[in-house]
């Protein structure tokens, strides 16, 4: 069974920094994109970063500048380097990965329990 496991939230004082890990475990064949979505409260979850297999990224343009993801293929895992963190950063921050349990089956997305990031002083 595939599970995608997040750490790294908290509590950050506004200009801070907070570094987001998630990890795939369990048994698959290969992982096509990668990234990290987030929902405020009373928002939408919305689309923060996605990192595919070539290493090229896109952000939302609110964190553009701000925040960096990365991946490590070796270790099944996405990071989310958060710089210059805001109050309306806020959030909880839910990976995923879009991926093939098996070389057999089609691809689909698997989520982290999420994360809660907070940025107030």
């Known amino acids: 069974q595939v599970q995608l496991v997040e750490s790294g939230g908290g509590l950050v004082q506004p200009g801070g920094s907070l570094r987001l890990s998630c990890a795939v475990f369990?048994?698959?064949?290969?992982?096509?994109?990668m990234g990290w979505y987030r929902q405020a409260p009373g928002k939408q979850r919305e689309l923060v970063a996605t990192i595919i297999s070539g290493d090229s990224t896109n952000y939302t343009d609110s964190v553009k500048g701000r925040f960096t993801i990365s991946r490590d293929n070796a270790k099944n895992s996405v990071y989310l380097q958060m710089n210059s963190l805001k109050p309306e950063d806020t959030a909880v921050y839910y990976c995923?990965?879009?991926?093939?349990?098996?070389?057999?089956?089609?691809?689909?997305?698997?989520w982290g329990q999420g994360t809660q990031v907070t940025v107030s002083s």
């Open positions: 369990g048994s698959i064949f290969s992982i096509n994109d």
């Open positions: 995923y990965a879009d991926l093939h349990p098996s070389r057999w089956e089609r691809s689909q997305n698997y």
